[in-house]
T-cell receptor, first 116, second 112 residues
């Protein structure tokens, strides 16, 4: 149980285009979803926290207009990287908490974004 | 502020050696503590957890005990295998917000 999927697993896009990453909780309702960014050989950096039906809360230093987060339902959150540039290339990981285990996050497998 | 400190890697061991990866934390309240493992090119998998002081989390031969007096959650395994080669992250969950604070990760390489 408590499976989180991400799609796509990897994506290559051209500089200036936008790309959308989906995060789904497959067998539970996710009250809260988190988006992380991981640079090579580094730890995870929390980008934003989103609750279903409300605006995401972004961490300090994260551009909300560049990284658009939508949490449309209790099983789906999306991250859209707008006008992507090579410096946005990274590994993006989402996680989710369930209503009965709010202190524990379940992680997706990650999406590797390469901007050329 | 809240933080997690892990020993720097990489850690290189021979198969069947004993493993310890140190983790200490600073946090207000009573956080839950976690160890996650990340294999190359993959996301994070929960390895074990402990939600209160003196709890011992265990899984796949790995163990860690929540020590409030020393604010530590060291990861141990008695006999590592080549398949244990991965990056290990210590993390805490903040009471109330449920945000995670991650350590920097420790890369483990086990040689046959």
């Amino acid at each position: 149980g408590a499976v989180v999927s991400q799609h796509p697993s990897w994506v290559i896009c051209k500089s200036g285009t936008s790309v959308k990453i989906e995060c789904r909780s497959l067998d539970f309702q996710a009250t809260t979803m988190f988006w992380y960014r991981q640079f090579p050989k580094q730890s995870l950096m929390l980008m934003a926290t989103s609750n279903e039906g409300s605006k995401a809360t972004y961490e300090q230093g994260v551009e909300k207009d560049k990284f658009l987060i939508n949490h449309a339902s209790l099983t789906l959150s999306t991250l859209t990287v707008t006008s992507a540039h090579p410096e946005d290339s990274s590994f993006y990981i989402c996680s989710a908490t369930s209503q009965d285990r709010v202190y524990e996050q379940y992680f997706g497998p990650g999406t590797r974004l390469t901007v050329t | 502020g809240n933080s997690v400190t892990q020993m720097e890697g990489p850690v290189t061991l021979s198969e069947e050696a004993f493993l310890t990866i140190n983790c200490t934390y600073t946090a207000t309240g009573y956080p839950s503590l976690f160890w996650y493992v990340q294999y190359p090119g993959e996301g994070l998998q929960l390895l074990l957890k402990a939600t209160k002081a003196d709890d011992k989390g265990s899984n796949k031969g790995f163990e860690a005990t929540y020590r409030k007096e020393t604010t530590s959650f060291h990861l141990e395994k008695g006999s590592v295998q080549v398949s244990d080669s991965a990056v290990y992250f210590c993390a805490l969950s903040l009471t109330g917000t449920y945000k995670y604070i991650f350590g920097t990760g420790t890369r483990l390489k086990v040689l046959a």
